[in-house]
Every structure is written in structure tokens, then in C-alpha cells.
């Protein structure tokens, strides 16, 4: 079965930084897109960054470009999301998912359920 476990998430002051990871088994993520998304409170889930299958190029939501950066390691079959500069409106519930990605929006088509995501906080 398909399995995609977020973690990383944590308690971080304005301006800090954070290291999320999407540990995978059951699928290669070399076989497809990858992307992250995030709920705020309240508010719907949202498309932040995606990277493309063939060339590892990468793409990011406006409100996030210069501050994140998506990743894939495929010896670990794992991709990652750095955050810098974090602000309070960060907070949010973050996903990882496969899927194909569309490209500048940072938006990916998903593939299959959402898991559990990893939960973070930017406050002082």
C-alpha cells in the first residue's frame, strides 16, 4: 500500500528556519511529480511547490518563492521542504503528495489519499 509519512513539523520563532520531510514505501517517487501543500486554520488546502518527474525542475507558489525550496532524494526515496524565513502565516498543516505538476503556480494534481501531514507553528 501506498505510503507517504510527513515529518519535521515543529514550534518555530518568526524568521526561522525548518526542515519538512515525506518519507515514502510501497511506490517510487522517482516515477512521478512531487508536491507540498499546506492547510491554515480555517482556511482550504493549498498548492505551495512541486517538482517535475523528468528534469527535477522546481516551481513554488508567489507567497513562498525565495523563502522555500522542494527537494528529492532518490536513494532514500524521500523528498523534503526547507522553509526560511518563516512568518506567523506559515502556520499551517503541511502535505506532501505524488501527482503531476503543472508548473509556476507550484500546483500539483494529486495522486491517491492525503496522509496525516506535520503540523507547523511560527510564533513568538
Known amino acids: 500500500q501506498v505510503q507517504l509519512v510527513e515529518s519535521g513539523g515543529g514550534l518555530v520563532q518568526p524568521g526561522g528556519s525548518l526542515r519538512l520531510s515525506c518519507a515514502a514505501s510501497?511506490?517510487?517517487?522517482?516515477?512521478?511529480?512531487i508536491g507540498w501543500f499546506r492547510q491554515a486554520p480555517g482556511k482550504e488546502r493549498e498548492g505551495i511547490s512541486c517538482?517535475?518527474?523528468?528534469?527535477?525542475?522546481?516551481h513554488y507558489a508567489d507567497f513562498v518563492k525565495g523563502r522555500f525550496t522542494i527537494s528529492r532524494d532518490s536513494a532514500k526515496n524521500t523528498a523534503y521542504l526547507e522553509m526560511k524565513n518563516l512568518k506567523p502565516e506559515d502556520t499551517a498543516v503541511y502535505y506532501c503528495m505524488r501527482g503531476a505538476c503543472l508548473g509556476g503556480a507550484g500546483v500539483l494534481i494529486p495522486i491517491g489519499s492525503w496522509g496525516q501531514g506535520t503540523q507547523v507553528t511560527v510564533s513568538s
Open positions: 517538482i517535475r518527474r523528468s528534469d527535477n525542475s522546481a
Open positions: 510501497d511506490v517510487t517517487l522517482d516515477s512521478y511529480a
